[in-house]
């Protein structure tokens, strides 16, 4: 079993930056695909950021695309998401999710979640 723990999140004001860290470890292999999801108040979890074993490809939804970078260090099995001009619609608690078998931007595809860490970002 896999198991991811995110940090990072925090209250920030429109304009400013945060960046989100989730460990990963356990399983049988690491070569997972790790990706960020979000969930604002009453919305449903919609797909962020992705990035594959290598670092050689990399998805982006179109809210956080130019704003949002996604990277890893599979030294310290780690994904980051450095998150820059914030806005409060970005306000969500966000997930991080790992899988093996694809590519995906869809949360039902993820078989392993961390429990989310909160980003507020104020008007």
């Known amino acids: 079993q896999v198991q991811l723990v995110e940090s990072g999140g925090g209250l920030v004001q429109a304009g400013g930056s945060l960046r989100l860290s989730c460990a990963a470890s356990?399983?049988?292999?690491?070569?997972?695909?790790l990706g960020w999801f979000r969930q604002a108040p009453g919305k449903e979890r919609d797909f962020g950021a992705a990035?594959?074993?290598?670092?050689?490809?990399?998805d982006y939804s179109g809210p956080v695309k130019g704003r949002f970078t996604i990277s890893r260090d599979n030294a310290k099995n780690t994904v980051y998401l450095q998150m820059n001009s914030l806005k409060p619609e970005d306000t969500a608690v966000y997930y991080c999710?790992?899988?093996?078998?694809?590519?995906?931007?869809?949360?039902?595809?993820?078989?392993?979640w961390g429990q989310g860490t909160q980003v507020t970002v104020s008007p």
């Open positions: 990035i594959n074993w290598s670092g050689s490809m990399t």
């Open positions: 356990g399983g049988p292999r690491r070569n997972y695909v």
């Open positions: 999710a790992a899988e093996f078998l694809t590519f995906d931007t869809s949360a039902n595809k993820y078989p392993y």
